[in-house]
Each structure stands twice: as C-alpha cells, then as structure tokens.
C-alpha cells in the first residue's frame, strides 16, 4: 500500500473508538475497577518465562484491552513482527534488516539475510568470544609484559557502552570479583582519567566498542588510552596488540587504528547499536560473568522472543506493554513513562532503556516521510525506586502529571548478600509493594478527616490516587532474567514504533549535533573563524575563549 493511500492513524476508526472510549472512561477510578471487578488482582496477570506481570492497577477494562488489540490489528503488528524475525529489511531509511533476536537464536536456526543464515556467524563469534573470555579469567592471556589481565576497561558509548555497564551492574553477583571492570563512555577526559588512574596498564585490558568505529567520543579515549598504555608502559606499538581488543562491524578501521584483527569481535549491520549488548558488544560482561552464564542470558532473552512471536494477543506481554504505553501517551496526553527498579543492580536499568525506548521511538516523520500526528515514544526516566521515593516520588503522588511507571522488583536477594543484609529485603520489598498500592488507591480526605487531620490540612494530606503502574515481579535477577526482561521492553519498542508507523531502527536525530560539534571544534582550539555561525553561539564562543584565557 502506498503512502497516500494507508489510512492515517488517527483517522482509523480504531482510534476513534479508543478516544471515544477514553472519554467514557474519564471519570472512572482504579477504585471502582477493582470494586466493579473482583479477581482482577490476579485475574489482569500474566506469566512470561519467570516473569510474573501484573496491569491489574491500570486504567483499562476488559473493553480498553479489546480495542487496543484492535488497534494493534490494524496496524498489523504482527504481520509487522513476523517480518523482523524473518530478516526482512523493515529499517526502511537504512535498508537493514533488525535481527537482534538472530543474536540468541539456537545454533541450528535458520534465519536469512540477502540469501545468507546468518545464525551460523552469530554462534562463530559467540564461540571466539568465550574462547577469549575463558582465556582472560584463566589467566593464560596475558599483557605485553606477561602479567596476567586483572583490569578490564570498555570503552564505547551509547549502545556500546550503556548495555554492558548495566548488564556488568545487573549481574555483579555473578562477575569474577577479582577482574576490575571500567566503563568509558564520555569524551570529557576525566571519564578516561578517573577508570584509569589507579590501575596498573600491565594488567589492563582495553575492550574499544563501536558498530562504526567512527564515533568520535569512542576513538578519541581509544587514542588517548593507547597513548596512556605505551607511554605508561615504555613500549611500542607491538605492545598494542595484547592491550586493545575491538568490537566492530567494521574491519578497515580497526585494522587502520592498530588493533589486529584477529582480536576483532564482530557484529553486523543487522544489529542496531541499542540492540547490541547480546552481540560481541557483550565481550566484557561475558568476561565478567564467564560464557555459560552469558549463553544463559541469551536463553532468557530467547524464551521472551518465543512467547513474542507465538503469544496470542490476549496474552502477549510485550504487546500488552506497547499498548498500554499507547493509551496513556495517545488519549491522555502521558509525556513521560517512569521505570523503578526495586534493585540496587539495576540503577542503570533504565538509562539503558532510556537509548532503548527514545531513541528508537523518538520520531516526528512516519515510514511513509510524513509528519506524524500523534504523540510517539514517551520521555523514559527512573532511578532504583526507594531512592526515588525521597526524591520525586512526591511529584508521582499529588502532582499534576500523569506518568504510568513500571515497578521492578524480585522475591529473593542475590545471591551472595551477607545474611544481614538479606533480612534487608522485605523491607524493600515492602516499599515496592506500598507505593504501587498508594499509587493506584491514593488517601480519600474521609481517610485523611478520620485520622483527627484538622480541616486545613486536609487536602495535603488527600492522595488522589489513580495513577497507573504494571509491576513485574521475579524470582531472582539471574542472566536469564535480565535477559528476559531486555527482551519484554525490546518488543515492547517494538509494538509502539509499528503503532506510530515509526521507524524505531534509525537515530537520523544524533546526526546533527555531531557534525556541527565537529565544524565548531576549531573554532573553540584555533579561533578559527566558522562561518554561518549564529549570534547566540558565537557569543558563547567567544566567551569560552575568554574564560579559557585564549
Ligand atoms: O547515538 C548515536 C549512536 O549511533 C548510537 O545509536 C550508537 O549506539 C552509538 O552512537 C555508538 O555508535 P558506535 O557503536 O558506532 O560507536
């Protein structure tokens, strides 16, 4: 179907049945759904691998959920999902096909790209990176000087950066404790400066990550990390060798920057870069968590491929996600979406899915190249709930904006916690539970009055409540889990961006900045004289030379 004759969204009489509805709605409570609806507790619940995903406290009922499917229909989602599983190039403003679920594939899938499996060269790589991985922990792959590796610093940003330092975070009771690991994202020098400072460069192994190995940020702290090593080290350049390993789509330029590309790592453009740390971005995590516990992670990210591909769509949690995303976002004018993990491992959790979500869904023109006209992905923020909950929790409860939040949180506490501290977690626990319940239920100023509250306090006091929340629950946050729930939020992009009519795979946004950053840079050093600049900026700039004493 062409452009001009697909039925904009907006105008689909689904849409049109989900405002009217909204409408309906408005002036329905969490309250009266579940007095309205007993058993919706456990009732509006489903189970994906291990985990447990409630949306009972959601403003939807039966009908809400029935028209959003309807919605997600004739959009064709689904026809939309089969054909990123099936290697089909959907990046349409790159002509790419999205395979990252070809990264967890099992060894004897079949998944084609131009004519080709791939599935083969995704298990090579896994194979070469845990033959290395296995290698550093062991110790028989030693530095320049023949000191054993104990320090383990990845250098790459964004989608080559932000997975493996949450996953390293997420799964630190599983890591070898005694490897240092460092991640190295941000080209202000004082990134570099403080992961290297206080290690020994004999025993220092740089992982340089990046899909283009183009990016400024990245090669920049690579160059000034090998200037570090061969100075601190007094070697040459064959010293290179035993320092620096690449992750990379792209041969020419590692070889060109100096890493031999027999310790290239490889991916392929089929991998977005925020889609990536499941692929040989993953290098220092696997080193960390050792290869079995990695291909245990790739499993769990499996098992939620599986049930995304095969769910029906009364029980498709990623799809079920999507769509609720889309009724807050779309009918009640939700900006932002916030993600509280009740785990201290998970406080980068949703900075890695803050790339995830925004950049995939951060568009304004659909996959036709018109301006859409409706509202796309949500600002995606969060930190660990407590300590949110002393912080901007208050803004959650009594302010004036509606932000539908996801509660994270696990039945047991890792593994190795001191048992102190293990009896620490039902009080956790206890929060996480609390704050869903005072979120959905709220205070009524009867409550509040009954309490002996004088009159004047009384609606300070009063939570209105109402505010929804899915809680996702699991045992344990295990490799697996972390996968699965990588996975659940990954199609759960996924449904919204086909929704809009989105391209969720490209990041065309970052384009700009990067090159205006690179004209205005001699401008800054030099004084160079950079033409077309605007009065606001060379303002600035002249200013920054001033303050710089240039
Ligand atoms: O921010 C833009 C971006 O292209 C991301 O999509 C990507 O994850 C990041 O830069 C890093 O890119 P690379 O891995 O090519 O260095």
Redesign the pocket.
């Known amino acids: 179907m062409n452009a001009e004759s697909r039925t904009r969204l907006n105008q689909t009489p689904e849409w049109t049945a989900l405002a009217k509805h909204r409408e309906e709605l408005a002036d329905t409570h969490l309250r009266d759904l579940f007095a309205a609806g007993p058993g919706r507790g456990s009732g509006y619940t489903l189970q994906v691998g291990d985990l447990h995903v409630d949306y009972s406290k959601h403003l939807v009922t039966d009908e809400t959920l029935r028209l959003l499917r309807e919605l997600a229909a004739a959009t064709d989602v689904l026809g939309l999902r089969d054909a990123m599983f099936r290697g089909d190039k959907i990046n349409v403003t790159e002509d790419r096909a999205v395979l990252h679920t070809a990264l967890r594939a099992p060894r004897d899938a079949v998944i084609e790209v131009d004519g080709e499996n791939v599935v083969p060269a995704v298990h090579a790589v896994l194979d070469k990176m845990a033959d290395f991985a296995n290698r550093v922990r062991s110790g028989e792959w030693t530095g320049h000087t023949g000191k054993r590796i104990k320090n383990i610093v990845n250098i790459?940003?964004?989608?080559?950066d932000l997975g493996p330092a949450m996953a390293y975070e997420a799964l630190r009771s599983y890591t070898d404790r005694d490897l240092t690991f460092r991640f190295v994202s941000n080209v202000d020098g004082a990134d570099l400066h403080e992961a290297v400072r206080d290690l020994d460069p004999e025993e220092t192994l740089f992982i340089i990550?990046?899909?283009?190995?183009?990016?400024i940020e990245?090669i920049t702290n690579a160059t000034s990390a090998r200037n570090w090593l061969l100075s601190e080290l007094r070697a040459g350049q064959e010293a290179v060798a035993k320092h620096f390993v690449a992750l990379?789509t792209n041969t020419e330029k590692v070889s060109d920057f100096g890493i031999d590309t027999a310790n290239m790592f490889e991916f392929w453009d089929w991998v977005?870069?925020?889609y990536?740390y499941d692929s040989a971005?993953g290098l220092s995590l696997m080193i960390a968590i050792g290869p079995d516990h990695f291909r245990e992670m790739l499993n769990g990210f499996l098992l939620v491929d599986e049930h995304f591909r095969t769910a029906p769509a009364e029980s498709n949690a990623p799809l079920l996600l999507g769509l609720l995303g889309i009724w807050y976002g779309n009918f009640f004018g939700a900006q932002s979406h916030a993600v509280l993990p009740y785990s201290h491992y998970l406080s980068k959790f949703t900075a890695y899915l803050q790339?995830l979500d925004m950049?995939s869904n951060g568009k304004s023109v659909d996959r036709d190249g018109r301006e859409t006209e409706w509202q796309t992905g949500p600002v995606v923020w969060g930190t660990p709930g407590t300590n949110g909950q002393h912080a901007y929790y208050q803004l959650i409860h009594q302010g004036t904006k509606l932000i539908p939040a996801d509660f994270i949180g696990f039945a047991e506490p890792v593994a190795d916690l001191q048992p102190g501290l293990v009896d620490q977690h039902d009080l956790l626990m206890a929060n996480f539970f609390a704050q869903t319940q005072a979120l959905a239920f709220g205070k009524t100023p009867e409550a509040v009055r009954a309490e002996g509250v004088p009159e004047e306090l009384v609606p300070h006091k009063t939570f209105k409540g109402n505010h929804p929340t899915t809680t996702i629950l699991a045992r344990e946050l295990t490799p697996s889990v972390l996968g699965q729930l990588i996975a659940l939020y990954e199609h759960k992009v996924f449904v919204q961006g086909a929704i809009w009519n989105i391209d969720s795979f490209d990041?065309w946004g970052?384009e700009l900045g990067k090159v205006l950053a690179k004209r205005l840079e001699p401008a800054l050093t030099d004084g160079e004289d950079v033409s077309g600049l605007d009065e606001s900026t060379m303002a600035l700039v002249a200013k920054y030379r001033e303050l710089r004493g240039r």
């Open positions: 790459g940003i964004g989608g080559s990550a990046s899909k283009t190995f183009t990016t990245t990379s977005g870069g925020r990536s971005i790339q950049e990041q970052v």
